[in-house]
């Protein structure tokens, strides 16, 4: 089975604090996702990477970044979280197929103070 | 206008009842489709993949309409279990593949 890991399941962080959130996944899978889901708003993408060291930006990039410096690692990046960026982050991966299925992780819930 | 709609709901049906959800996207360039079922404070999940031709899974049966940039997802014989959030999904051809959620229509069986 794929699996997709979050690091954390829940943070607490104060605003101006600079946020890592990683994701790791043991599929060899080349496309990886970072969304973010809100009620009401559904899941938006944040960043997108289809290779090592490629990135693409998604439709709500300000106040984020991301690395993929190896094929298995995903990380996202608050430079200075906000509390507007308090939401649940969820990651994704997808193989070789670039249309095909997307395996998500559980989820990372972070609250900004 | 979003990418990708749905009707909110949410849709509150007796068990054995027949609901149909619809979605639209706006995106010509859309190549593959899926319906993602999420469950409460978990993450989603595939439910199927949605063809020009029309397939079905059981009781559900999701089509696809690429004239009118719309999608449909079919349950018949709703159970208790199938409470869940149904998300309509887009994968464009551009751009490296993004993939692109509907907000998700929210579904209530009940006894």
């Known amino acids: 089975d794929v699996k997709v890991t979050q690091s954390s399941r829940y943070l607490v962080k104060r605003t101006g604090e600079k946020v890592f959130l990683e994701c790791v996944q043991d599929?060899?899978?080349?496309?990886m996702f970072w969304y973010r889901q809100d009620p009401g708003l559904g899941l938006r993408l944040i960043y997108f990477s289809y290779d090592v060291k490629m990135k693409e930006k998604g439709d709500i990039p300000e106040g984020y970044s991301v690395s993929r410096e190896k094929k298995e690692r995903f990380s996202l990046i608050l430079e200075s979280a906000s509390t507007n960026q308090t939401s649940m982050y969820l990651c994704a991966s997808r193989g070789g197929i670039n249309t095909g299925e997307l395996f998500f992780g559980e989820g990372s819930r972070l609250t900004v103070l | 206008r979003k990418e990708v709609e749905q009707d909110p709901g949410p849709f509150n049906v007796p068990e054995g009842a027949t609901v149909a959800f619809n979605c639209t996207y706006s995106?010509?360039?859309?190549?593959?489709f899926f319906w993602y079922r999420q469950d409460c404070r978990k993450e989603p999940k595939l439910l199927m993949s949605v063809y020009s031709s029309g397939n079905e899974d059981g009781r559900f049966t999701a089509q696809l309409n690429r004239a009118s940039q719309y999608i449909s997802l079919l349950i018949r014989d709703s159970k208790l279990s199938d409470s869940a959030t149904y998300l309509c999904?887009?994968?464009?051809?551009?751009?490296?593949?993004?993939?692109?959620f509907g907000a998700g229509t929210r579904l209530f069986v009940k006894a």
């Open positions: 995106n010509s360039a859309s190549q593959s």
């Open positions: 999904v887009v994968t464009l051809n551009t751009g490296g593949f993004k993939t692109i």
């Open positions: 599929m060899d899978h080349e496309n």
